[in-house]
Nanobody
Framework: QVQLVESGGGLVQPGGSLRLSCAAS????????MGWYRQAPGKERELVAM??????NYADSVKGRFTISGDNAKNTVSLQMNSLKPEDTAVYYC???????????????WGQGTQVTVSS
């Protein structure tokens, strides 16, 4: 089992900033990828940003505004969100792809989600 705990959501005005954090714990030998998805009301869940090894991947809609960073030693990933827009309003989910400590399997885990609301 792998657990993901998110923090940092909230209400912010347009143009403001928020920082999301996610910490992974449990029976894992390594983290292969870690990042963030979001889901707005009535829409499908979409990729926001992921980090895999030394590379990062961003949705076009957040490039230049959001920055993802990972700390392998602490099994954490953070998402710095700047210049927030109302269309960034969504529930943000942390996602991790890890290698099991006890088997050869790959585990995909999701956090419980944290609400980000951008509104004046």
């Amino acid at each position: 089992q792998v657990q993901l705990v998110e923090s940092g959501g909230g209400l912010v005005q347009p143009g403001g900033s928020l920082r999301l954090s996610c910490a992974a714990s449990g029976s894992m030998s390594s983290i292969n990828a870690m990042g963030w998805y979001r889901q707005a009301p009535g829409k499908e869940r979409e990729l926001v940003a992921m980090t895999t090894g030394g590379s990062t991947n961003y949705a076009d809609s957040v490039k230049g505004r959001f920055t993802i960073s990972g700390d392998n030693a602490k099994n954490t990933v953070s998402l710095q969100m700047n210049s927030l827009k109302p269309e960034d309003t969504a529930v943000y989910y942390c996602r991790a792809v890890v290698s099991s400590r006890y088997t050869s399997s790959t585990i995909v885990s999701w956090g419980q989600g944290t609400q980000v609301t951008v509104s004046s």
